[in-house]
Every structure is written in structure tokens, then in C-alpha cells.
């Protein structure tokens, strides 16, 4: 028989939620949804698992590697567990929402699930929350992306921003022009993603003005970052990359307030499946990025942008919450005592044992007041009555 130590051990890359952290996420949850709803964005709840060639149509396809399979007892068919919501709200835009007028805007919530974690998210299910915007390609909508995803981040608690930018879709249009494909061009995004100079210059070694190493060396705050990229000499469609982004910075900045904006022009790993201006959020000492987006194309082709809140992240951006509010309340002051206290903003613990100390009772349960002689009182001062929201 399985010992109590065995049954709560779990695979590497899952976790129970425990008390306050499963609430804590749920309030964080509808704080962002909220915020998402409030810009006009509707929430659709996909299924957890699909037909595996829905998982991996249009954006999908970068995350072929990241899906649990399972064969389907009834159909006989293979299923794939979500990696990603994404791919799932595009599906639902391009097929049940076909005939919606566009700009759609679709808002998600839910868990999913991966084959491995990374060295910064060694979690392989967590919460992912996110909105996406369908049918348009205007700068506007990239702007709308980045904005809605700081002011939710901000709404759900969140400080010390910062915004990066990234052009996934530069190397390779720079590269085609140079004349680097194929198995080349997979070990030049490779020597660029690790940072890696001495590589790249062994890979793009006949590149004239050395441009993708001055891309390297450009990466930093936007403004010197984008002056160092339009001082390379580029053909014209990499230059109308570089004056996007540059534009959508003047659009955004001035809402942003003081959240940092930087830019690396050739980050590519995580944004496989991005055509345009992508973006990170990250928290200042947080570990990984709370969230990602940015532009992509659906398997319609449709354009669309979008932004993802990684939960697991997030919530170690949040200050610690102190627990407040649960009073502890005897069986004999009634069930309708609650409800009132409820009404007030109190959350309640009933006790069963009217002999038991009330206090000593909260003390014992996690309550930081107790109910007694018609009040509320505080555990750290027994002469002061509450009464209110806490």
C-alpha cells in the first residue's frame, strides 16, 4: 500500500495549489478578465483537449512539440492536450466565429498543459490567461495589444514593468536577402538567441557591414536600440520593419507612463510562430516573462495579435497579500450571522463547539478576528470591535 509521502509526490513540472495560493490566483484571474471585458473583449472557454490536428494549425505548429497526445477511445483518433490557448481561440475565430464582424476581440482563461519545461519555467501545466484581436493589420491594433496587456498586468497588482520588443520575422528577411537559408539560416537564429558573437560571425561571415552582428549589439532601451539598427545600411523591407516599430513606439509611449521599453531585433526563441511586432513583459526581480504577444497569422489568413499572461509568473510579481478578513463565528450565533457579516465584506469560519474559546478558536483555524458579543474583534487587540469590509 502506497505510503502518505508517496501519494503527495507529483511528476516534475506539476504542483498543488495550496491555500492562499489557488485563491490568490483566482482573484488575479478575474482582475485581468475584467480588465480584458472592459475593452470590449469576450471570453470563449475552449475545450482542454481536441482533435490533435486542431492544435497544430496555423500558429500552432511551433508548439507541435510541446503537446501531450492521447488516443481517443471513441473515435479512434489522436487527441492533443492544449499547450498554448492561442492556437485554440484563432480555431474558434476562423470556424465558429467566421461570420463575426472584424475586428473580433476574443478574451480566454484556463490550464494548459507541456511535454517539458524551460530552464525559467521548469512548470509544465499552469494557468494562462490572455485576449487576442482578429482581422486587423493596423500598427493601432499592435498598439492596443501592448497597452491593454500593461494595464492589465497593472490592474491585477503588478509593478516595476518593463516592455520588450522583439522583430521575429527581421532575421529572416534580412537573411533571404543575404542569401541564408535553410540548415544556415537555422544556425544563425540559433548563434543570435544565445548571444553567441563568435558563432554568428563564423555563420554569417561574408555578411556585409556586418549587419547581424551590429543587430546583436543593438539590443537595449528602444531609442538607442532603434538608432543603432537604422545606422546599418538594410535593404528597403527590413528598414519598413524597423520604422513599424519604430512608430508604434511613438503611438505607445505616451500612455505607458513610466514602464521601460527596450528592443531586441533578433530575438526569435518563443515567437516561432509570430510574422510581426512581438513583445515580453517582465517584472523587475520576477524569474521569466509574465507574459508574451504579439502578431501572427491565423491558418485562414487571417492577421491577429494578441497577448498571453502566464499565471505561474505573475503571481511572484505580486506583493505579499496579508491575511485579513476571515472571522471566526460559534455555531450559536447563526448561519443568517454569516450572511450578514458576508454582506459587510467578512469572510466566515463556523465553529461547532460553542464551549470552545472564541478566540483561542480563530488563533487555531487562521482567523484573524473572531465573533463575539455582537462585534468583531481583531486577535492582536481583544478590546477593539470592527465592523466593515476587509
Not at 497577448?307 to 460559534?330: E, K, N, Q, W
Request: charged share 25%; proline share 5%; with cysteine.
Amino acid at each position: 500500500m502506497a505510503s502518505e509521502t508517496s501519494k503527495a509526490l507529483l511528476p516534475a513540472g506539476l504542483a498543488d495549489d495550496l491555500p492562499p495560493d489557488a485563491d490568490i490566483e483566482a482573484e488575479v484571474i478575474g482582475a485581468l478578465m475584467a480588465t480584458f471585458r472592459a475593452h470590449g473583449y469576450e471570453r470563449v472557454k475552449p475545450p482542454l483537449i481536441e482533435f490533435e490536428e486542431s492544435l497544430l494549425g496555423g500558429p500552432g505548429a511551433a508548439l507541435a512539440q510541446q503537446i501531450f497526445r492521447v488516443m481517443d477511445p471513441q473515435s479512434q483518433r489522436m487527441l492533443g492536450v492544449r499547450a498554448d490557448m492561442t492556437v485554440q481561440v484563432a480555431r474558434i475565430a476562423a470556424t465558429r466565429l467566421r461570420q463575426r464582424a472584424r475586428p473580433l476581440r476574443l478574451s480566454y482563461s484556463g490550464q494548459v498543459l507541456r511535454t517539458r519545461g524551460s530552464q525559467l519555467r521548469p512548470e509544465r501545466q499552469f494557468s494562462q490567461a490572455g485576449f487576442e484581436l482578429i482581422g486587423s493589420a493596423s500598427l493601432e491594433a499592435d498598439v492596443e495589444a501592448i497597452l491593454l496587456a500593461a494595464e492589465a498586468l497593472r490592474g491585477a497588482g503588478a509593478t516595476h514593468l518593463s516592455i520588450d520588443l522583439t522583430l521575429p520575422h527581421l532575421v529572416g528577411v534580412l537573411a533571404a536577402d543575404r542569401g541564408i537559408v535553410g540548415p544556415r539560416l537555422d544556425q544563425l537564429r540559433d548563434a543570435l538567441d544565445r548571444k553567441d558573437a563568435a558563432a554568428l560571425a563564423l555563420v554569417a561571415k561574408d555578411d556585409p557591414d556586418r549587419a547581424f552582428g551590429r543587430l546583436l549589439e543593438a539590443a537595449g532601451p528602444v531609442d538607442d536600440a532603434l538608432a543603432a539598427i537604422k545606422a546599418i545600411a538594410l535593404p528597403k523591407e527590413v528598414s519598413d520593419i524597423v520604422d513599424a516599430a519604430s512608430a508604434l513606439v511613438a503611438l505607445a509611449r505616451p500612455h505607458l507612463g513610466d514602464l521601460l521599453l527596450t528592443l531586441d531585433p533578433t530575438e526569435y526563441r518563443g515567437f516561432e510562430y509570430h510574422t510581426g511586432i512581438s513583445f515580453s513583459v517582465f517584472a523587475r526581480g520576477v524569474r521569466g516573462e509574465l507574459g508574451r504577444g504579439g502578431r501572427y497569422v491565423l491558418e485562414n489568413g487571417e492577421p491577429a495579435t494578441g497577448f498571453s499572461v502566464y499565471l505561474d509568473s505573475l503571481r511572484r510579481a505580486l506583493p505579499a497579500r496579508v491575511s485579513g478578513g476571515l472571522v471566526f463565528v460559534r455555531a450559536s450565533a447563526g448561519f443568517d450571522r454569516c450572511q450578514k457579516l458576508h454582506a459587510e465584506g467578512w469572510r466566515t469560519v463556523r465553529g461547532f463547539d460553542d464551549a470552545a474559546d472564541a478566540k483561542a478558536e480563530a488563533a487555531r483555524l487562521g482567523c484573524a478576528h473572531y465573533f463575539l458579543d455582537g462585534s468583531v474583534h481583531a486577535l492582536n487587540d481583544a478590546g477593539h470591535k470592527q465592523s466593515g469590509k476587509r
